[in-house]
């Protein structure tokens, strides 16, 4: 799992990078947060879930802040 960082190791899943790369774009075009922008552990740990759940990375912005706005 996910140590105490706030980043997520790449080694973890192939393709997670550039999922979390996309989920970030998505998050910041829909005004969900703003740059520089730094997950905590729990917000880790739910994105590695929505990747493995093969949610989009649209649907995991929706699903990590859509219900907090």
Known sequence: ???ESKHISLTHEPGLDQWTHAWYDEAVQ???IHPPYH???ATLKC???YFDAGLSPAEA???CFGRKH
């Open 47 to 49: 994105l590695r879930d």
């Open 39 to 41: 997950p905590d552990t």
């Open 30 to 32: 829909a005004e969900f």
């Open 61 to 63: 912005a929706q699903a």
């Open 1 to 3: 799992m996910f140590d």
